[in-house]
């Protein structure tokens, strides 16, 4: 089985003849989950430690950086057992920077009040109550969002979410943006994983395709693989889509989105074949996109782009078919002014399906 295509590396020269990067960042290379596992007791928290210092270890990261990556990871999965009952999970992911991320989700009762429970010395369970403020000073990015379960309201989750971020690399080249967001995770955590996301920005623009191989598997990562190169040669969505369908021809097939967003003047175009779903979220609505059907590769509609403007502050999700379509914005209040990163690792965990892989990039456009 040949390995995944590294990410491609374009580039153009400046005035001063220095050659500027863009990278073709590629999901099965940059987004990486390392370690995911059940937060229920304390002996879940000997393993997470163990798991912890093998990846630190490994990713060559400095004693006193690791030295707070255990503090934070140690705080969110006590939390977990305290306030949750032990019904929540941490997971450890690489990310383009590279960077760590150490995500925190639980299905408890939610905080009625972030703001003071940030606060040190409050507590709820006769703890002195700095673990909220010590996550903030030890991580070098921290992001919460927390939905109180209430009479009131029946949301499909209720619970609190932390993402504990830390940078391990100085590439910024290998770095995506602060409003990019990327879930990636194959059937059962295999090794093989038939969704894959190619991103680009470059020059006030943005550009992905997604892409959700032909069932799952060995075949399915083999027909989406090598496929950035048509991000960095073409500029048209269309044309993109084009070459994919030619490659695609010896392949099992795939169907896939593809969304370009021009970050300056916050246009947007839209285009797909086959399961995949996307979606645009501004000023408290969310805009629902389907695509024409077919298989890439295989036999599809031919259709054109969907183009359009966005306001001031807009967010733009596309899902494979392992991510659930049944929520809106009524299940995630006030998840989409959250970090993309943030809302791509909820909606991942919360609506995949279990029986199929799960991919979902989340782009933030203005502020």
């Not at 760590?100 to 940030?118: Q, T, V, W």
């Not at 399915?220 to 969505?237: M, P, S, W, Y």
């Not at 389907?290 to 403007?309: M, Q, Y």
């Not at 959250?338 to 456009?365: E, F, K, W």
Request: net charge positive; charged share 20%.
């Amino acid at each position: 089985m040949p390995e995944p295509a590294r990410g491609v590396v374009c580039g153009r020269l400046s005035g001063d003849g220095v050659l500027k990067a863009h990278k073709v960042f590629d999901s099965a290379v940059d987004c990486k989950l390392l370690h995911s596992s059940s937060t229920q007791d304390e002996s879940s928290l000997v393993l997470l430690r163990s798991k912890l210092f093998a990846i630190t270890n490994r990713l060559n990261i400095p004693d006193h950086k690791r030295e707070n990556i255990m503090l934070v990871a140690a705080e969110l999965g006590t939390n977990n057992i305290k306030h949750a009952g032990g019904r929540g999970l941490i997971q450890l992911w690489q990310q383009p920077g590279p960077v760590l991320d150490i995500l925190s989700l639980d299905y408890g009762p939610g905080i009625n009040d972030m703001g003071r429970a940030e606060q040190d010395g409050y507590s709820t369970s006769n703890t002195f109550g700095k673990g909220l403020g010590a996550i903030r000073r030890l991580s070098d990015e921290s992001y919460f969002y927390t939905q109180h379960r209430s009479a009131s309201q029946i949301p499909k989750w209720s619970g609190t979410v932390f993402l504990a971020r830390f940078h391990i690399g100085q590439d910024k080249t290998r770095k995506l943006g602060n409003d990019i967001g990327i879930y990636s995770r194959s059937l059962s955590d295999t090794r093989h994983n038939g969704d894959r996301i190619y991103l680009q920005q470059k020059d006030g623009r943005l550009c992905w395709l997604h892409l959700d191989g032909l069932g799952h598997g060995a075949e399915a990562q083999n027909a989406t693989a090598n496929l950035g190169k048509h991000v960095e040669h073409h500029t048209d969505i269309g044309a993109i889509l084009h070459e994919v369908d030619r490659q695609l021809v010896s392949t099992r097939g795939a169907v896939a989105a593809i969304c370009e967003i021009d970050t300056v003047r916050h246009g947007y175009q839209l285009h797909g074949v086959g399961d995949m779903h996307a979606r645009i979220y501004e000023q408290d609505e969310m805009q629902h996109f389907g695509f024409a059907p077919g298989i890439l590769g295989r036999e599809h509609r031919a259709t054109s782009p969907v183009r359009g403007k966005l306001g001031k502050r807009a967010v733009v999700v596309t899902a494979s078919d392992g991510i659930r379509r049944n929520w809106d914005t009524g299940n995630f209040v006030g998840l989409f002014n959250q970090h993309p990163q943030l809302i791509a690792y909820t909606l991942g965990n919360i609506m995949g399906r279990i029986s199929d892989d799960q991919s979902i990039c989340v782009s933030v456009v203005g502020k």
